[in-house]
Structure formats: C-alpha cells, structure tokens
C-alpha cells in the first residue's frame, strides 16, 4: 500500500513469462536458530507436506526440513516446530495447488465485464479473464493483513506507475497499478506466503507484476472479494 501523492511518469508495459502455480521447497540459507525437539500439533500434516516419514515424531532431519520451509517463506519464529501458522501456510498452498486452471469455478468474479483481474483473498490468488476465458494465471498473491485488509468490491483502475516508492512507508513499489485509494498491484521481494501480509495492496513475484502491467490498462475492472485467513 502506498501514498498516491506522488507523481511518476506512466511508462510502457512490459511484458513477462511467469511459469504456472508451483510449491518450491528449496531453502534460503537458515539463520542461526536452534532447532527445537518438540513435535507440534501439526506434526503429521508438515510431515506429509515435506515429504518426510508420517510418523508424528520430530527428528533432526524433520526439523531441519521444517526450518528451511520457515527461512524461505519468513515464518518466524523459525525453530522448525510444526505449529499452527506453519502449518497454515503449506494448507493455504495445497488449497490454492487444488484450484489448477479454473480459479473462478464459483463464478463469483463477474464474467459480463470483459477483461478483468480478480482477487480471489480466502485463497490469495489472482488471475485475470476476460468473459469466461482466463487469460492469465492463476497466481499466488500477497493481500492486506489484519487491521489493513485489502478492499472487497468492483474497483477499477485508474493510475499506473511503474517506478512508484510509497511516501507511507519508505518502500518501492514497482510496477503499481492503482484501483482503490492507496491500494495497488506492484511486486515485492518477498514470498507469497510470507505472513502477516501486506499494508493493504496486492502484493505480487516481479514477473507477475510485469506480466499484470502488460495485460492490463487505465479503466480495467478488478473484483476483490472473500477473506484472507487470519483477518
């Protein structure tokens, strides 16, 4: 979420590949954190996720694993136990795994608008259609966490800036795409599945922001509905 105060040049689009929907448990080198013992609530669940033996007992190897799931997605404190928020973060990517190539199955993005990006926040993906024919995605996204939730409703959008910095918060933005108040697409460095969440925008990888940037224009409709898990 950024201040719109600020003024930039609207540049060109510019296009992106962006590969399809992907779990990738490669670690980022651990911090220096012990590794705890103790099996969590969720321990079988996180065993079966990472692959490892199903046996409801942690092990070196276990939490080993666990923390470098942890490291990656920036799931602290990251100790390697199987808790909830852990484990919340490997179900939401299993559920969003399940949606394959049809993301509005529930028809609750509006297929009379023509071509639109839709929000989909109990799932935190985004993808963009065009009648009944998705045209790109679905994709992982980032949305607003509790206390700076991502507006729900028929938004459009309305000013572009591809070399945005927030003057709320200090931080770049590239590639924004502005469709409610301060509320934008623009990518970030960080995974998808970082917890909280972001200060209210939508939160995409460069590559899906660019790709966004390229698909869509001043005017296009976006549709934001349901509830990110944990507001």
Request: charged share 15%; hydrophobic share 35%.
């Amino acid at each position: 979420m950024g201040d719109i105060r600020g003024r930039g040049a609207v540049a060109l689009g510019l296009a992106g590949l962006v590969a399809p929907l992907t779990i990738a448990l490669g670690a980022t080198p651990a911090q220096a954190a012990s590794c705890t013992t103790a099996a969590g609530p969720y321990q079988k669940q996180v065993e079966k996720f990472l692959g490892r033996p199903v046996d409801g007992r942690q092990s070196t190897a276990d939490c080993k694993a666990i923390q470098a799931f942890q490291n990656k997605h920036g799931i602290t404190p990251n100790i390697g136990y199987a808790g909830p928020v852990t484990w919340g973060v490997m179900d939401l990517m299993n559920k969003q795994k399940a949606v394959g190539n049809n993301p509005n199955r529930d028809g609750r993005c509006p297929v009379n608008k023509g071509r639109i990006a839709c929000v989909n926040l109990t799932l935190q993906l985004s993808w963009i259609q065009d009648g009944s024919h998705l045209v790109y995605g679905p994709v992982p996204v980032r949305t607003g966490r509790n206390g700076y939730e991502t507006r729900t409703g028929l938004k459009k959008i309305y000013w572009r800036d591809i070399d945005h910095v927030s003057t709320l918060y200090n931080v770049s933005m590239p590639y924004s795409q502005f469709f409610d108040g301060g509320q934008a697409f623009h990518s970030v460095g960080l995974s998808m599945w970082n917890p909280p969440g972001s200060h209210g925008c939508v939160n995409m990888t460069p590559a899906t922001a660019k790709k966004y940037w390229s698909l869509l224009r001043n005017g296009d409709d976006v549709y934001v509905y349901g509830r990110k898990p944990g507001t």
